[in-house]
């Protein structure tokens, strides 16, 4: 296989059946104009392509991929997977997924199908098959794009065969019913089992339900969706090995665990949705772009949908101003992609997404919309030969783990936790600073990076655990916040205060977890506000240096943030949630002792700077001019405005 992109892909999802033949051409057309040079076709023509179970037609298919060969624009090929046809939830209505109180969902939108469905399976396996077949190696076609959004809409299905593929799943897992038993701690509220066949998904219950099964339900629903994936990959190595393929990933979406994805695409791809309304949509932003770049090692991803201007699935679907459409392009370029797409092509006249934005509105070309997009084509094509390929060094590591995420919004939980918000409060001061940041999972080598920060990382193995520690001792620093370290992987509480091997590294334990009702004050050598959470801290000797402590509370008096020096290397605890200017101050703290670059000498919002390859990206993600300080000297940036140049 060889390598793709082998350039900056420009270009978004064309769905030519929503439209008449006569159109087609001035799509091509209109395609060169912008400068597109990749089209995404077929991800929902299921229905069109197989009519009936078996009967294909693949005509209007192959005139569309001659035209848009003819006029220079390569195809990502979808495996129309994502959107049954209504007959087959006739042939088969078991195949239609059932929510957990049991409600059967009917034809009439999209993606209606229960992930475990062998009907389901069946049927898509043949159609990629035969897309195979007939398309790998039409000279247009340059990657697959496999089914599409896994999981968006349906992340799982409590039917029967979906009850019947989890009891396999934990057979497999598990291997006896004792050893579940022993996980899932059913000894408490009378769960026990005697056979597997007792066990069902955890439908709608009488009230909390058991927590190991619920993490089990949670692994087996992102295993059954990544089982269809690799179903599909498997047919399409087989008959196109050189075709690479890609399937795409929906940033922060909490149902499926990209860290076991990723291996099993040859590039990454995303979609990207942030509310222009919101200004502080560029932080989510930015780091989910940074979890793309960081899921297969920091190989660059594509951007693969994006919306050139408003949605029509918010209550208020703000438009975006003239300007920040490329400021979230480059901002993804950045960040490592080589590629940005869009949904759509051209905006739908009909059906369910007609009021979405799209690259050629239903005004036509002339719009500033089509005008914005082919000024980004252009550029795309000039920064193409600058950065494609190129890498985005990252000496800061956040844990990122998708099993801490699904314990810590449990129910009966210490407090609510918004797991991904958390993360990014933790993310935001070094995207203030100029810090380019690697999301990590735990049990990653971390021996690259100067400084791993551990945001609310609930679930840890002792293996994980030991990893941390010896990362430490070894010359690391480490920051743990609070609610991290609680758990073990079955969800286990680790005894003794918490943090299991972490608590010698951090020279300290936790004897009460605590949720604070109330404001929080810290004092001691770094005053300022906090909330949210407050640990009971014992510290375990003079050597553990308590920067700062709680001025009120239920800990009034105790740890807030302790320093550990601790082999040849640091590790920090910070026991709740302080404030913006407390995380920068901390953050610019730790950056320093650890000896790792920042591009700004002070935190800044809204703006950011990152280094790719030889190239530096200023962004400007305001409506207002900014003064930037860039190490080297402060540039002025206009309202969007995005300044690349030499490193
Ligand atoms: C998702 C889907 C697209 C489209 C967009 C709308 O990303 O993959 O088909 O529905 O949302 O924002």
């Known amino acids: 296989m060889t390598q793709w992109p082998d350039r900056m892909l420009f270009g978004g999802d064309y769905n030519p059946e929503q439209w008449p033949s006569s159109v087609w051409d001035e799509d091509v057309q209109l395609m060169q104009r912008a400068g597109v040079t990749t089209a995404t076709v077929g991800v929902f023509s299921w229905g069109r392509l197989e009519p009936e179970p078996g009967h294909y037609d693949f005509g209007w298919l192959d005139d569309v991929l001659d035209r848009l060969h003819a006029g220079g624009v390569q195809v990502l090929l979808a495996t129309a997977t994502a959107s049954p046809p209504a007959w087959l939830g006739r042939l088969d ?8 109180d049991g409600v059967r969902l009917g034809f009439g939108s999209r993606q209606s199908y229960s992930p475990s469905s062998a009907t389901y399976r069946t049927h898509a396996l043949r159609l990629v098959t035969e897309l195979a077949l007939r398309y790998g190696r039409h000279p247009a076609v340059v990657a697959w794009h496999v089914n599409n959004e896994y999981g968006c809409h349906v992340p799982s299905s409590y039917d029967e065969e979906s009850a019947q593929a989890f009891r396999t799943w934990l057979t497999a897992r598990y291997g006896t019913v004792a050893e579940l038993n022993r996980a899932w701690g059913t000894a408490f509220w009378s769960q026990t089992y005697q056979g597997f066949d ?12 058991n927590p190991t099964q619920q993490l089990d339900w949670a692994r087996f629903s992102s295993d059954a969706l990544l089982a269809l994936h690799r179903a599909e990959v498997q047919v399409l190595r087989e008959l196109t090995p050189e075709l690479p393929v890609t399937t795409n990933f929906m940033g922060f979406f909490k149902h499926a665990d990209y860290w076991a994805w990723a291996p099993h695409v040859d590039v990454v791809s995303d979609d990207a949705y942030p509310d222009p309304a919101d200004p502080d949509a560029y932080v989510r932003l930015a780091a989910s772009r940074d979890l793309m770049r960081s899921l297969r090692g920091g190989q660059p991803w594509l951007l693969m949908e994006q919306a050139p201007s408003a949605v029509n699935w918010r209550p208020l679907n703000a438009p975006k101003p003239a300007g920040l459409h490329r400021v979230h392009s480059l901002q993804a370029v950045a960040r490592g992609a080589d590629g940005v797409l869009h949904f759509q092509w051209r905006q739908s006249a009909a059906g369910a997404e007609k009021f979405h934005s799209a690259l050629v509105p239903h005004a036509g070309p002339d ?15 000039q920064l193409s030969g600058q950065v494609a390929g190129t890498r985005v060094p990252a000496r800061v590591a956040v844990l990122f783990d998708w099993e801490s995420w699904w314990a810590v919004e449990q129910e009966a939980t210490p407090t609510t936790v918004d797991y991904v918000a958390t993360v990014l409060d933790w993310y935001a001061p070094f995207l203030r600073r100029g810090a380019s940041v690697d999301l990590v999972h735990p049990s990653s080598d971390l021996s690259g990076y100067g400084l791993v920060v551990a945001p609310a990382t609930h679930v840890l193995s002792q293996e994980d655990l030991t990893r941390l520690d010896a990362y430490v001792r070894d010359g690391g620093h480490l920051v743990v916040t609070y609610l991290s370290g609680i758990l073990d992987r079955d969800l286990h509480v680790w005894l003794g205060g918490y943090l299991g091997p972490l608590r010698a590294s951090l020279g300290l334990r936790i004897t009460e977890l605590a949720a604070a009702a109330t404001p929080l004050t810290l004092a001691g050598g770094l005053p300022g506000a906090a909330s949210t959470w407050q640990d009971v801290v014992e510290v375990a000797g003079p050597d553990v240096e308590v920067v700062a402590t709680f001025a009120d509370g239920h800990a009034a008096g105790g740890p807030a943030v302790t320093r550990h020096p601790y082999g040849a290397g640091v590790a920090w605890y910070v026991a709740t949630a302080p404030e913006a200017a407390v995380l920068d101050e901390l953050a610019g703290r730790w950056l320093a002792e650890a000896g790792v670059e920042a591009l700004l000498t002070a935190p800044v919002a809204g703006v950011e700077a990152v280094r790719r390859g030889d190239r530096l990206f200023v962004l400007n993600h305001t409506g207002a001019s900014v003064q930037v300080p860039l190490v080297g000297g402060a540039v002025q940036l206009a309202p969007y405005e995005v300044l690349v140049r030499e490193a």
């Open 93 to 100: 209505p078991g195949s239609q997924p059932v929510t957990a």
């Open 198 to 209: 007792q066990v069902d998904p955890p439908r709608a219950a009488p009230t909390f339900l």
């Open 367 to 381: 719009t500033r919309v089509y005008a914005e997009a082919c000024a980004l084509g252009g550029e795309l094509a």
